[in-house]
């Protein structure tokens, strides 16, 4: 085909779309149907419903052909561990002997919806699922259990239903599917399997499941597949690319099957693109916003894809900045020439950006065509597809309103404060490190605190209650006066300092019952940040969060949390740690300007935290929490760019947190994700005491931290706080045991996973009393002496 007809030929598509609906529905309806008040047949008919309305708007909105099967209650690589029959028995047994009629009930063809759930969250009994991040993004995902004799078998009951209802709205509609070789390298060894089993090498048992899956998509009408590997832009060996071969010259060499576009999403294929291009598949689909110009060179460099269908993914599906329309179409005509059809999408799913921009009412008009949530950018994509078959004169109006809004972004004043950029410019390399060692405040916050061996605290947050959420709503419709509010978030405050006290935990928090999010809270209370009312993006299952909008330059007007901080430690004789969240975490979990380096962003934000940080102490904080779950989600994919990112990252937190005396201890936190790659990077951080999500992974950060030499000390997490299920006391005493062979009684803290915001107060109370019952049990196991 001539890139002329290449052009005519173009059609816009997306990978995949939000889920939750406008208002949060589909989250409504999971979390009635786990408490019992709706139906098993209620929530099928609100996902439906949900479904055709994505559907409905993507094709009114001008794109061509809509992704299915890429929604889904919980997790799509649950949803793959569905699909291939990947369901640990443990689960299977648990709901097999409860009592429930649901458990009868199918989420697909051959798994119990309640199994489904087990897998997700646990039950009592049972562990759930290791949860952990999606690459770099905030979204997490289940890990998949596998050992040498899991046996795979094929359900396309879920694929195959969705697949029919988008066509029965008559719409061209296209699979989507997590791939096989993707869906290996996210897996890890089943519990009682060999550490150093690799899940790739059940490759060839995976690959008949996937034809069988492929096949019956393909009975139901599917002209296209996708198969989505990301997984192949991270760097890969030679035998995984030769296993990358293998799967798509296997599945390309079917009969009677549909046409196969495999994607890539979240950076450059590299190595992995000649593999791709001589593969038996008709389509392949590339992201040209990460390392876009290096990805040109490597798809020229192979020769282009001639005969084969090229997805480019030329708007942005991770920030919600508007698109240069005009940059992307020369992108677009560069590769007009390099495939013999070209069509437009996102960068990767729109699962990662809110609903509609439009329904920020708050936000100055203008301000709000610079931005672009999952609506937008179907429209940008549509548009893109009309200019290039039709020519630049068919979307004149587009271009010069993009142009004009453009504009005005570059040269707004939000954009650029010269006294932020003067202080950032000040900064010197003395700046980001403490003045003295840590042999020497360890030894100063001994004497300052006086805890005993394996202290016991929490990460920060409790319970948010109905109550408490209620008070945030009455506020803000003006139900009741900012002394009402007030009163109540000092009720909640004293109710969980004494609950602590009595539980005997050591060092205490204040419960952050007046922050709505550990970021939006602090976005709120600086310049340069934008809040969204109804910018909801989905977290891990029901859980959603509103990323405010880092639109400019940083800076606080006046302390953020001084106020509560005092007054919780007014209350008590035990440490109250003051609580915030660090500047890595800060960008990673906003939607950030792209109009200038990180690097820089994130010192402006580390800047404003570090009075944070000298206020707190000056008022009396003893304990200062600094967290950075982040760190490891926003790691480059590949190992090149990671020595840049992680030396801005940390100097960033040493900029936060350096300006204190010694005997101020600084903490850090971090949750779900592998940290094994960036145990030097947590030992540069230099903070003194660490908490780090280690339930569900049996202690594995403990044995890395080891590993390493890690000299500081540490709190792996004995209670796995994203399951509902409480942890006895001989459960956790038994993973404090495992994280005492890696990390001496001196040096060891007893704390959960994370905050429990999300949880529920009685579980709450139940799961940290069983925590102090565990740490008293193996304190008293230790030496005399130790």
Known sequence: MTPKSAAAAARSTVYGYPRQGPNRELKKAVEGYWKGRVTADALRETAAQLRRSTWQHLAAAGIHEVPTGDFS????????????????????????????????????????????????????????????????????????????????????????????????????????????????????????????FEPLTLLDRLLPVYAEVIADLRAAGAEWVQLDEPALVQDRTPAELNA?????????????????????????????????????????????????????????????????????????????????????????GTLLGLADRVDVSASCSLLHVPLDSTAERDIDPQIGRWLAFAHQKTAEIATLARGLAQGTGAITAELSANRADLASRSGSALTHDPAV?????????????????????????????????????????FPQTTELRTARADLRAGRIDTAGYEERIRNEIREVLAFQEKAGIDVLVHGEPERNDMVQYFAEQLTGYLATQHGWVQSYGTRYVRPPVLAGDISRPEPMTVRWTSYANSLTDRPVKGMLTGPVTML?????????????????????????????????????????PAL??????????????????????????????????????????????????????????????????????????????????????????????????????????????????????VNPDCGLKTRGWPETKASLENLVAAAREVRAELPTGS
């Open 73 to 196: 209650y919980y997790d799509h690589v649950l949803d793959t561990s569905v699909m291939v029959g990947a369901v640990p028995q443990r689960h299977r047994e648990a709901v097999d002997t409860a009592p429930s009629p649901s458990a009868r009930l199918r989420y697909s063809g051959g798994c119990p919806i309640d199994v489904y759930f087990a897998m997700a969250r646990g039950t009592q009994d049972v562990a759930p699922l290791e949860m952990t991040k999606w690459f770099d993004t905030n979204y997490h995902y289940l890990v998949p259990e596998l050992g040498p004799d899991t046996v795979f078998t094929a359900d396309s009951a879920k694929q195959v239903t969705e697949l029919g209802e988008a066509l029965a709205l008559g719409l061209a509609a296209r699979p989507v599917l997590v791939g096989p070789v993707t869906y290996l390298l996210l897996a890890k060894p089943a519990p009682g399997v060999a550490a150093d």
């Open 244 to 332: 990358a071969a293998r799967a798509y010259r296997d599945l390309g060499a079917l009969t009677d099957r549909p046409k196969l576009l495999v994607a890539s999403y979240f950076g450059r294929l590299g190595e992995a693109l000649p593999v791709l291009a001589k593969a038996p598949v008709e389509g392949i689909a590339l992201d040209f916003t990460e390392a876009a110009a290096s990805q040109l060179e490597d798809l020229a460099a192979v020769g282009g894809l001639p005969g084969k269908r090229l997805v480019a993914g030329v708007v942005n599906g991770r920030n919600i900045w508007i698109n240069d329309l005009e940059k992307s179409l020369s992108t677009l």
């Open 421 to 461: 950029r003067s202080r950032v410019a000040a900064v010197t390399g003395a700046d980001a490190r403490r003045a003295h060692a840590y042999p020497e405040r360890a030894a100063a916050q001994r004497t300052r605190l006086g805890l005993p061996q394996l202290p016991t605290t929490t990460i920060g947050s």
């Open 588 to 628: 990673a979990w906003s939607f950030v300007r792209d109009d200038q380096p990180l690097g820089d962003t994130a010192r402006q934000v580390a800047l404003a935290l570090r009075d944070e940080v000298n206020d707190l102490e000056t008022a009396g904080t003893s304990v200062i929490q600094v967290d950075e």
């Open 632 to 749: 490891r989600e926003t790691l480059p994919l590949r190992a090149t760019d990671r020595p840049a990112y992680l030396d801005w990252a940390t100097e960033s937190f040493r900029l936060t947190t350096s300006g204190v005396r010694p005997d101020t201890q600084i903490h850090t936190h971090m949750c779900y994700a592998e940290f094994g790659d960036i145990v030097q990077a947590i030992d540069d951080l230099d903070a003194d005491v660490i908490s780090l999500e280690a339930a569900r992974s049996h202690m594995q950060v403990a044995r890395e931290l080891a590993a390493h030499g890690y000299p500081r000390e540490a709190g792996p997490g004995v209670y796995d706080i994203h399951s509902p299920r409480v942890p006895s006391a001989e459960e956790a005493a038994a993973l404090l045991r495992k994280g005492l062979e890696a990390i001496p009684a001196e040096r060891l803290w």
